[in-house]
């Protein structure tokens, strides 16, 4: 089974909080996400797949969340099976210079994010941090 980390992140605006969502070049909208390298925790993948990704490296963990998703797909002729962890993180950036693995960034309200993400189980994710920071 292949695992990636990735983490929900979100900025508070003065009017809300917004969360960052990625345009991936398969298509798809979701969270910053990347796969764990040898030696790593959890957590130093997040933050460096977060910084390979949207060159953002002050994002600060948020303690008691930590989610999973798993689901499989097609790679070729063979279906691979994949988890992804997420974690919950803030930061006060704004300013995102994105990677080549994706084609738009977008900072959403809360609502907006929900409707923008592709994937049913991302938006349970999401709606679960929103439960840890009280937003539910």
């Known amino acids: 089974m292949e695992k990636s980390v ?13 969360i960052l969502l990625l345009h991936y070049r398969g298509g798809h909208w979701d969270f910053p996400k990347g796969h764990v390298e ?23 963990l948020l303690d008691g969340f930590r989610d999973r998703v798993q689901y499989s797909f097609r790679r070729g002729d063979r279906t691979v099976e994949k ?7 803030e930061t006060a950036a704004a300013a ?11 900072w959403l309200p809360v609502q ?18 929103l439960k840890r920071l009280g937003e539910s």
């Open 6 to 18: 990735g983490l929900i992140l979100f900025r508070d605006t003065g009017h809300g909080k917004s």
């Open 38 to 60: 040898p030696g790593e925790t959890e957590h130093q993948t997040a933050l460096r797949e977060l910084r390979e990704e949207t060159d953002i490296a002050d994002a600060q």
């Open 83 to 89: 988890q992804v962890i997420y974690y919950l993180a």
């Open 96 to 106: 995102v210079k994105l990677s080549w693995e994706h084609q738009a960034y977008e």
């Open 112 to 129: 907006d994010a929900l409707d923008r993400l592709t994937y049913d189980n991302s938006r349970d994710v999401l709606r679960a941090a």
